[in-house]
């Protein structure tokens, strides 16, 4: 894998407090989530982020973010050929445990596709104590094979204490998701 973090039901984030709010899946419409908007990346993909959440792009990856709380999406390409996305997110388990202090594999599994391509995805759920701070984070990190057949990730990093917050993120980000755009 290229790229690490620096660090259901679902509901929607109030752009002005960050906090939970109503449902946060994809209306029948495609509509946007109260508290999200649709980014058309210039890296060539679209997602939804939460509104107020800034962009960011550095060698791995762009991100968005939030200022104060904590909070980051990370999009990225896995590059390395002939892997799957479950043995990516195996390699980076394995990095992380070295690298991270306080690191703990909460779940590695395979999950459905994104985009009904029925093409392989996985899912990382894990913590680690960020450096200097002393703060848990709880990370998800999905990893999976786009329509285009090239494979991403999604990261979405927060306050361990806020979780399931990151699996709505998440969950609304890769509800939007499309490459090539």
């Known amino acids: 894998m290229t790229a690490t973090a620096s660090g259901t039901e679902s509901q929607s984030v109030d752009s002005a407090s960050g906090s939970p709010t109503d449902s946060a899946t994809a209306t029948p419409s495609g509509q946007v989530p109260a508290g999200y908007r649709v980014e058309h990346d210039g890296k ?3 997602i939804a982020v939460p ?7 550095r060698a791995n990856g762009v991100f968005y973010a939030t200022s104060g709380d904590g909070y980051l999406m ?11 996305p479950r043995e990516s997110l195996d390699a980076t388990s394995a990095n992380l445990a070295s690298a991270k202090s306080g690191y703990q594999e909460i779940s590695l599994e395979d999950v459905p596709g994104e985009g009904g391509t029925g093409r392989t995805a ?20 999905r990893a999976f094979t786009g329509a285009d057949g090239l494979q991403y990730a999604v990261l979405i990093a927060g306050p361990a204490a806020d979780w399931p917050r990151q699996e709505e993120h998440l969950k609304v980000a890769l509800d939007f998701f499309q490459p090539g755009q």
């Open 44 to 46: 060539g993909f679209t």
């Open 51 to 57: 509104v107020g959440w800034k962009r960011t792009e």
């Open 74 to 84: 990370q999009i990225y390409s896995i590059t390395e050929p002939d892997t799957t």
């Open 122 to 141: 996985a899912q990382l759920v894990y913590a680690y104590d960020k450096d200097g701070t002393g703060e848990r984070r709880q990370v998800v990190d």
